[in-house]
Structures are given as C-alpha cells and as structure tokens.
C-alpha cells in the first residue's frame, strides 16, 4: 500500500522561498537516480536491517503539494524484517495497521537558495518524520552558520507521533569524503536538532556536497534508536 494515504496528514511550515517548474534541477534531475544504503539499529543496539533505499527524481510537479517537485522512492524491506520491526507510532498492544512499503511518491525542493526534502519515511524508517528534515540554505554554508527548519505539524494519522516538532541547523565542518572512487572536497557537516513537543529530542547530522546532495544522514531519535543513510551510488541515464 502506499504511504501516499498518510503523508497528506503532515505538513510543514517552511521559510519563504520562490518556486518554479522553470528552476534548474540538478540534483533533482530526472535523469539521475540514487542509490543508498540504509542500516537500521533498535534500541538496544542490535542491527534490524541492512538494505537499499532507491531515489528517482521525476522532473513533476507533486500532486499532494504543487511547490514541491515529485521524487519516487524504492524500498527493498523484506517480509521478515518488516514483521519484527515494532512500530513506535502503536499504542501499547495496538495491532499493526501500517503494511509494508515498496514504493512511495513524496516531495522535494531545490531552488538556487534552498534544499530540502521529505526523508525517507516508510516502513522501519518512519521514525524520521519526527527528526529534522534534510534541509540545505546554500548561501549559509559556512562553519557556525545557522538556520531554523520551521516547524513539522504531524497530525493524527501518525499514531503516538502525533504532535509537532521544532527543527533547528548549524554548520559544524567541511571534510574531505571518498564517495564512488573519487574524494570529495567541500562536504559540508551540518548538526540539526528536533524537538516534538511529547517526545523530545531526535538528531540529525549529515554530509552535503553542492553535486551529489545528501550523501550521509546519521540519525539518532528520542528512544535511542539510530538510522543511517550512506549514498553509494549515482547512475545517470543516457
């Protein structure tokens, strides 16, 4: 099923910016495809899951929001390792109401002065909606810049992760990144911290590079739980 029928119980307050079909998309070209791999580590520190997520920008326009361009996302979940993971969103004894994931259409945006786009959020990986959002101000990449995220109003399809969550972003570093046999300069490291008002804290820090985007996302959410996204891979159609 879908994870169409809940995203549109979410929404999020974003600073200002312009948007246009004509803007330039070169991260989010649809000719381009990314490929991650994801691991997922339960609380208690043993790892659920090693798998790929598949990103496919598609050049549209998102239905659910038409300032967002549509990005496709691949989920390579088994039936075993979605059956053990215990859904946070689920009241105590709740029966699982959530079927597994394969594909999912959601939103992104990239214009001169901004990056950003819903993380992956689908099957194990909903915990993300309640961390910061990847978000990039490209005119404020320098170390000890800092931006706000806004606020992530999640509403009642979201289970116990109802509520809203208060985002904030600082760069913290520019390193040097081996990424598909060649060593990237100019990886920008950037902190954020989300706060949702009945849960607490979740972290987010990543790697971005102005040519590949989002090439790390470690994440670290409010019960102990850790999600890591590693880019391994850009392929380009012909």
């Excluded at 699982?96 to 594909?103: A, L, Q, R």
């Excluded at 804290?201 to 590079?209: D, E, I, M, V």
């Excluded at 102005?210 to 996302?217: A, H, L, N, R, S």
Aim: charged residues 20%; proline residues 3%; positive net charge.
């Amino acid at each position: 099923r879908l994870f169409t029928s809940i995203l549109l119980f979410s929404f999020v307050l974003l600073n200002s910016f312009s948007f246009s079909q004509n803007n330039k998309q070169i991260l989010f070209d649809s000719l381009k495809t990314y490929h991650y791999k994801a691991i997922f580590v339960e609380k208690n520190g043993d790892t659920l899951s090693q798998e790929k997520i598949v990103l496919q920008p598609t050049g549209k326009v998102w239905d659910a929001q038409n300032t967002q361009t549509l990005v496709k996302e691949f989920y390579f979940t088994n039936d075993t390792i979605f059956s053990k993971f215990k859904d946070p969103r689920l009241k105590k004894n709740q029966k699982p109401k959530f079927g597994k994931v394969i594909e999912s259409r959601t939103g992104a945006i990239e214009t001169d002065s901004l990056l950003w786009i819903h993380p992956f959020r689908s099957n194990q990986y909903v915990y993300t909606e309640i961390a910061p959002f990847p978000r990039v101000k490209i005119n404020k990449l320098k170390i000890g810049n800092e931006w706000s995220g806004g606020t992530t109003f999640i509403m009642a399809g979201w289970g116990n992760f109802k509520g809203h969550v208060s985002s904030s972003y600082i760069v913290t570093g520019n390193i040097k990144k081996e990424f598909f046999h060649q060593e990237l300069t100019d990886c920008w490291v950037i902190d954020a911290s989300g706060a949702h008002n009945k849960l607490g804290k979740s972290t987010l820090t990543f790697l971005f590079h102005k040519d590949f985007g989002f090439i790390e996302m470690n994440y670290v959410f409010y019960d102990g739980t850790k999600i890591q996204f590693v880019l391994d891979e850009v392929t380009i159609k012909k």
